[in-house]
């Protein structure tokens, strides 16, 4: 199998699986091993990725929302809405203190969720 093809391949099953489980955005901005995965994520590309975890270590290095990307300008609002779905923000040392909205560790898009109440009232309900 030519490498090209093989390579080509990979990219696509790296694709895949992270647009199926979603990253962690602070994680992958804390560890390099992890940054990677941005580059995957659909709509954002090495670039954009780059430039992300640049804004992100500028803002002292944690995202508390998924908002926030858009709120601290870290990504434009069509990079946001294409793939802000995909970033999930986790319950992580450096945001103990911090109250983190039950729906931004989900592949929910924040549109739904915010438009929509009802998905905010079961996480509530299920967190209980």
Do not use: M
């Not at 590309?45 to 803002?59: E, F, M, N, Y």
């Not at 709120?71 to 923000?89: D, E, S, W």
Request: charged letters at 25%; a positive charge; hydrophobic letters at 40%.
């Amino acid at each position: 199998l030519p490498k090209t093809i093989l390579l080509r391949e990979y990219e696509r099953v790296i694709c895949r699986a992270v647009a199926d489980v979603g990253v962690d955005i602070n994680l992958s901005c804390k560890y390099d091993h992890i940054h990677g995965l941005l580059t995957f994520v659909p709509g954002l590309g090495p670039r954009k990725a780059a430039s992300l975890k640049q804004g992100i270590d500028r803002v002292g290095g944690v995202v508390v929302t998924r908002r926030d990307l858009l709120g601290k300008r870290l990504v434009g609002p069509f990079v946001y809405n294409n793939a802000v779905a995909f970033l999930r923000i986790r319950d992580i040392d450096s945001l103990r203190n911090q109250l983190l909205h039950p729906l931004d560790d989900t592949r929910l898009h924040p549109h739904v969720y915010h438009r929509n109440n009802w998905a905010t009232k079961i996480a509530i309900d299920a967190l209980e």
